[in-house]
């Protein structure tokens, strides 16, 4: 079968008039300013997909930048039953290779990215600089607490100093902390990084007896001990930087977001603290049972409320940066038989306690 | 069976050229395939989406019956990417990182690093431009033939520095000329194949429309900051200099909603002078791209672009209300207008001798335009 067509030799942008000729093993291609050559039928491109209506553009493999172009339908047709793949069918074998290897790269990029996360930041929390965790500690800080009142910290106020020494008797393992009391809309008590601990008045209110806020005080301790907030923060930062770079060093997550992210520990974390408050209350002769009541008091209340608030709800209480659970209230026990528990705080310094924002 | 060559020589003085852009279908299969994988990859596919764009726009424009080629691929444009954030993006967030880290937020060093990255990316803006251009050309191939630029990016880029801060030491006078550099070293470095285009010209001509619009800039800026200030001076009751007194006394904050106001007014008069001063310019971009045009040869070929502001302004508004409000899916068919608007608005007068545009030697690179990414400045 023989067509006419126009011919681009790849050298020059000269067009050639070329005649087509279908032989067994290829397509003849000859003109009058062109040399007969036989091009392969395996080795023929299709640029465009073939299209009813539109001339079929082909080239070679083995002649780049070649461009033959053929208008006459019946021939174009002619030449697909000879070389299939022009048709523009979608080669299912190298389809499915591909999305086997595109599943393959994003487990794989899965795997590493969450094993990092994971392991990772919790390793740089205990090499990272004083100076470093206390520059951390002071934007976490300034976000977090905003324009509301520091009450006291255990620096200068004497009523949170004693009860900052009451809880390290007996602890010489304990890290060096420091405890602030804001007047600050929220309940919640956190631990930042470099070894600040922030309470708020509203849990100082809500609790009964001394023994509740030292239970609280001591689980942020198991925070510091661990460095988990350090972590966090490490863990946080690693994830906008995922993001830049999937993104191009695009857009960065927003400030709201990575905070929940930083002050969210996982159920690991929270039972590390847990363990953590549970030693260092026995050894302290502190009753344990005072961290479980309150923990049973904040299940109740945060019950009640239900969740709802929207994000700033969500961040103000206590069950969202710790969640409580009926499992982590179990785990709780009490003093072993033969401690005596001694008093956290005079009935005269708790009183002090509860009105340190007044 | 027509064994007849279609360019036609005119008694051996070469070939005529025309430019047609020939809509077909897809480019909407394209663009809704794009958006969706654009989201479910988390913009990673935005590599693969730009080619599939080119290759659909690039074959609507003919050139003497010829449809232009894309043959760039996704592949390419991600491993540029990934280059260009590994050497340059990374280093940077991590220094910086660091540099907040053990100094703290508000040290004055962090001012100083700030300022030093602002100079290395205002050097490193042309060598993205540049690089661009000559990626798409290197892929770009018409009737097998490819494109080039064959200058050096860092040459340009250097210019490219010094144009932006000559621009700012002379309140803007000295751009046309140096765009007229900009526009006579990028355009003298094309090449379709071996054949190279010309540009010569000199850039008064520029100033009439560039004086124009730089008095109409100076003037609505002025009038909307007098209409910024009435209106403040009505909204305070009548009484600007108790108010600006009540405002600057430092013992009583001015109440919040007095802030807010403000802060909206200032907000809204920093849109509307943004918004009127680039519709402003827009009469002097399509004047500077049709002369720019005219300064423009190839072989014996001269080119006409008849850009006017009006119409430069309606493609533009035109494309911007697209893109919004079909939260960007459209964005194809923006581009699609844009080339479809130079294609109709040029005219070419003159022939090439089409044998001596011979295919071009020069090297292809394995990725492209990283940088431009980055900066978000590939154009197409």
Redesign the interface.
Same mark, same amino acid.
């Given at each position: 079968m023989?067509?006419?067509a126009?011919f681009?030799?790849?050298?020059?942008?000269?067009?050639?008039?070329?005649?087509l000729e279908l032989l067994p093993e290829g397509l003849a291609i000859e003109?009058?300013a062109v040399a007969r050559r036989v091009w392969s039928f395996a080795g023929l491109i299709a640029?465009?997909p073939m299209r009813a209506g539109?001339p079929l +553009?082909l080239?070679h493999d083995a002649f780049p930048?070649?461009?033959l172009?053929v208008t006459q339908e019946s021939f174009a047709r002619q030449l697909v039953l000879s070389a299939p793949h022009l048709a523009g069918a979608p080669n299912l074998k190298r389809a499915g290779r591909l999305a086997a290897i595109i599943v393959a790269c994003a487990l794989f990029a899965i795997g590493v990215t969450y094993g990092t996360l994971s392991y990772a930041p919790q390793a740089l929390a205990f090499v990272l600089?004083e100076?470093?965790r206390d520059?951390?500690a002071?934007?976490v800080e300034a976000t977090f607490t905003g324009n509301g009142k520091l009450c006291g910290t255990s620096a200068d106020n004497p009523l949170l100093r004693i009860l900052s020494a009451r809880l390290q008797e007996d602890n010489p393992e304990a890290p060096p902390f420091e405890l602030k009391v804001y007047d600050i809309d929220i309940l919640n008590a956190f631990a930042l990084p470099g070894g600040r601990i922030i309470m708020t008045r509203k849990l100082i209110d809500a609790a009964q007896a001394p023994s509740e806020v030292a239970g609280v005080l001591a689980h942020e301790i198991g925070h510091v001990y661990h460095r988990h907030a350090e972590a966090q923060l490490i863990r946080a930062?690693g994830i906008e930087?995922l993001?830049?770079?999937?993104?191009?060093?695009?857009d960065s997550i927003s400030g709201l977001a990575g905070l929940l992210a930083i002050l969210r520990y996982s159920r690991d974390a929270e039972r590390e603290a847990d363990g953590y408050a549970q030693d260092m209350l026995i050894k302290a002769a502190v009753d344990p049972l005072g961290l479980k009541r309150f923990f049973e008091e904040i299940k109740k209340l945060e019950g009640r409320q239900g969740s709802g608030g929207g994000l700033f709800g969500a961040m103000s209480d206590m069950m969202s940066t710790h969640p409580v659970t009926d499992e982590r209230i179990a785990a709780i026990k009490p003093l072993p038989q033969g401690v005596v528990a001694r008093p956290v705080l005079s009935d005269a310094e708790w009183a002090g306690l509860r009105q340190i924002c007044e | 069976?027509?064994?007849?060559?279609?360019?036609a020589e005119e008694n051996g003085f070469g070939t005529t050229i025309s430019i047609k852009y020939i809509d077909?279908p897809g480019l909407g299969r394209i663009a809704l395939l794009n958006a969706l994988l654009f989201v479910a990859t988390?913009?990673?596919y935005r590599f693969w989406a730009k080619t599939n764009v080119r290759r659909h726009i690039w074959?609507c424009v003919h050139i003497n019956g010829?449809?232009l080629?894309y043959t760039g691929r996704g592949r390419e444009l991600f491993l540029g990417?990934l280059i260009v954030?590994g050497l340059f993006?990374?280093p940077v967030?991590l220094i910086l990182?660091v540099l +907040?880290?053990?100094?703290?937020?508000q040290h004055p060093l962090l001012v100083v690093f700030n300022l030093f990255l602002f100079l290395i990316f205002l050097l490193f803006w042309g060598m993205a431009l540049y690089r661009a251009r000559r990626y798409q050309l290197s892929r770009t191939?018409? +009737?097998?033939?490819?494109g080039a630029l064959v200058g050096s990016s860092w040459t340009f880029s250097l210019l490219y520095f010094a144009t932006s801060l000559l621009s700012f030491m002379t309140m803007g006078w000295s751009t046309p000329a140096m765009n007229l550099n900009l526009q006579e070293r990028m355009t003298g470095d094309m090449r379709?194949?071996t054949m190279p285009f010309r540009f010569k010209g000199r850039a008064g001509p520029l100033y009439g429309a560039y004086a124009l619009c730089w008095v109409i800039s100076l003037v609505t800026f002025i009038l909307l900051t007098l209409l910024l200030v009435w209106g403040v001076y009505s909204a305070s009751g009548g009484s600007l200099p108790t108010f600006l007194r009540d405002y600057a006394k430092t013992d009583a904050p001015p109440s919040q909603t007095v802030v807010i106001v403000t802060l909206l007014a200032l907000f809204a008069g920093f849109m509307i002078v943004s918004a009127l001063l680039a519709m402003i310019w827009t009469f002097y971009r399509a004047r500077e791209m049709a002369i720019f045009a005219s300064y423009t040869t190839l072989d014996r070929v001269r080119f006409r672009l008849d850009a006017t502001g009006a119409s430069l302004l309606g493609l533009v508004l035109g494309n911007l209300l697209l893109v919004i409000f079909t939260l960007g899916i459209a964005t194809p068919f923006a581009q699609q207008r844009l080339v479809r608007y130079l294609c109709r608005r040029i005219s070419i007068h003159g022939t090439v001798k089409?044998?001596?545009?011979?295919?071009s030697r020069e090297p292809l690179g394995r990725t492209g335009e990283g940088l431009a990414?980055?900066f978000d400045v590939g154009g197409i």
């Open positions: 023989h067509a006419g126009r681009f030799d790849g050298e020059t942008a000269r067009d050639h008039a070329v005649t003109g009058p640029i465009t539109y +553009r080239g930048g070649a461009r172009v600089p100076s470093w520059n951390l002071d934007q930062m930087l993001l830049q770079v999937i993104s191009g060093g695009g | 069976m027509d064994l007849r060559a279609v360019d077909k988390l913009t990673l074959s010829e449809p080629e990417a954030f993006f990374l967030i990182a +907040r880290l053990s100094l703290g937020p191939l018409w +009737r097998g033939i490819r379709i194949g089409i044998d001596r545009i011979m295919q990414d980055a």
